[in-house]
């Protein structure tokens, strides 16, 4: 995990003396690529990172997560914003905290929700204050949970390799082969976060309905 890389404060000089209103910006993309050439030399399975912070050019540095969203209604729709926006940079590869990463209220349909969404980015992070395990959440969540990411095997083919953090055993990332459709993405949380008062707009074109039968 690369994590933070955006602490520049205006009275911060780097070596080469630039100030810190001056690197306030560009930091993350250095941050993002001095861990990356670190990993590369002396990782043995080369650089992949897990970084929150980015900059014009940190797309040569995958991969990104959104950093720290609350668990609520509004923190799966700003990781939705978050999502897209990054997306639309040309980067690659996005994912969040599923569940949100703190003030957790156990609330099993916004975590079911929040995952079925997540399915459709190129990896998944379960990940928070306090367990992020689908089963977790109740075995209803449990199910549902998993018939996402069941619905996505068979809809693209795609099947994901499990990982684990050894220093944090509630953490799980899943890490498909390919990126999904931004639109997919965008679509399946609509009916989700709309009742909430939070709103989605549907770009135009086609769209497939999932997990209608699921909690």
Do not use: K
């Not at 990104?64 to 914003?81: T, V, Y």
């Not at 959440?137 to 809809?155: H, I, K």
């Not at 679509?187 to 989605?200: C, E, I, K, Y």
């Amino acid at each position: 995990m690369n994590d933070f890389g955006e602490q520049v404060e205006p009275f911060m000089v780097a070596s080469d003396g630039a100030q810190g209103d001056a690197l306030h910006n560009v930091y993350a993309l250095l941050y993002n690529r001095c861990v990356h050439e670190a990993a590369l030399r002396y990782a043995r399975d080369g650089g992949f990172l897990f970084s929150r912070a980015a900059w014009a050019g940190s797309q040569r540095y995958p991969s990104q997560w959104g950093g720290d969203p609350q668990a609520d209604w509004g923190g799966l729709a700003a990781s939705i914003r978050g999502g897209l926006s990054w997306g639309m940079t040309g980067a690659p590869f996005y994912a969040t905290d599923v569940g949100g990463f703190y003030g957790d209220q156990r609330d099993p349909e916004l975590y079911v929700r929040w995952a079925q969404a997540a399915v459709y980015s190129a990896h998944m992070r379960l990940h928070g204050i306090g367990p992020r395990e689908p089963w977790s959440y109740g075995p209803e969540a449990e199910a549902a949970v998993n018939a996402a990411l069941a619905d996505v095997a068979r809809a693209t083919g795609v099947t994901g390799r499990l990982c684990q953090r050894s220093d944090d055993p509630s953490t799980w990332m899943e890490i498909y082969e390919h990126v999904h459709d931004v639109h997919a993405f965008d679509a399946a949380l609509d009916a989700a976060v709309s009742r909430h008062g939070v709103g989605v707009h549907i770009p135009d074109g086609r769209h497939v309905e999932r997990f209608i039968d699921h909690p």
